[in-house]
Nanobody
Framework: QVQLVESGGGSVQAGGSLRLSCVASSRSCMGWFRQAPGKEREGVAAITTGGVGVFYADSVKGRFTMSRDNSKNTLYLQMNALKPEDTAMYYC????????????????????????WGQGTQVTVSS
């Protein structure tokens, strides 16, 4: 069973930055999702096992950067130019069978595409 532990959430003003981290007990295709109250869980970004392929939702392109350090089994989500609409619980997730090829055309993952989830870390952006 893959273990995922997120950290780095917090409160920030609009325009600010935060960096989320996720320590994973194994290497695989990894993703970040978020869920705001009353809304469906949304895929934010994903990265291939080796870190070469990185995918982003249109809503965060140009503002968020996902990376990984496999020597530390750690994933990162650098979030810049944060907006109030980025407020959500952010989850790290693992997909053991590899990232989906269709994401190279358009990144629109389903929650069911991922096998294991962390507990989440809260991000709150105030205006």
């Amino acid at each position: 069973q893959v273990q995922l532990v997120e950290s780095g959430g917090g409160s920030v003003q609009a325009g600010g930055s935060l960096r989320l981290s996720c320590v994973a007990s194994s290497r695989s295709c990894m993703g970040w999702f978020r869920q705001a109250p009353g809304k469906e869980r949304e895929g934010v970004a994903a990265i291939t096992t080796g870190g070469v392929g990185v995918f982003y939702a249109d809503s965060v392109k140009g503002r968020f950067t996902m990376s990984r350090d496999n020597s530390k089994n750690t994933l990162y989500l650098q979030m810049n130019a944060l907006k109030p609409e980025d407020t959500a619980m952010y989850y790290c997730a693992a997909r053991l069978s590899g990232c989906l090829p269709r994401w190279y055309a358009r990144f629109s993952p389903e929650s069911t595409d991922f096998d294991t989830w962390g507990q989440g870390t809260q991000v709150t952006v105030s205006s």
